[in-house]
């Protein structure tokens, strides 16, 4: 029942933070190497402390577990995409 906004919660979490991430490293004017360290960090799929927020407050489980299947998943797919854009 919550597929739609964990794909939305993935599609930022994988794209569009990247994205930020690599305009703001451009726009400050770092080093390549720097750039690439960042985007690669922030592109990383969401980890367990997603869930463990969500047990701890009482709700999002479902929401929080979808949302690391689906970036787990598709992050393999969304790192590789970066790391090849960024050289």
Do not use: D, Q
């Not at 569009?16 to 960090?41: H, I, K, N």
Request: proline fraction near 3%; charge should be positive.
């Amino acid at each position: 029942g919550n597929a739609g906004i964990a794909l939305a919660m993935t599609s930022l979490k994988l794209v569009v933070l990247p994205g930020c991430v690599y305009v703001a490293c451009r726009l400050l004017g770092l080093s390549p190497e720097w750039t690439a360290a960042m985007v690669l960090t922030s592109s990383v799929p969401t980890g367990v402390n997603a869930w463990l927020l969500a047990n701890h407050f009482g709700v999002g489980h479902a929401l929080a577990s979808s949302t690391i299947t689906m970036t787990t998943a598709l992050g393999v797919f969304t790192v590789s995409f970066w790391a090849w854009l960024l050289g």
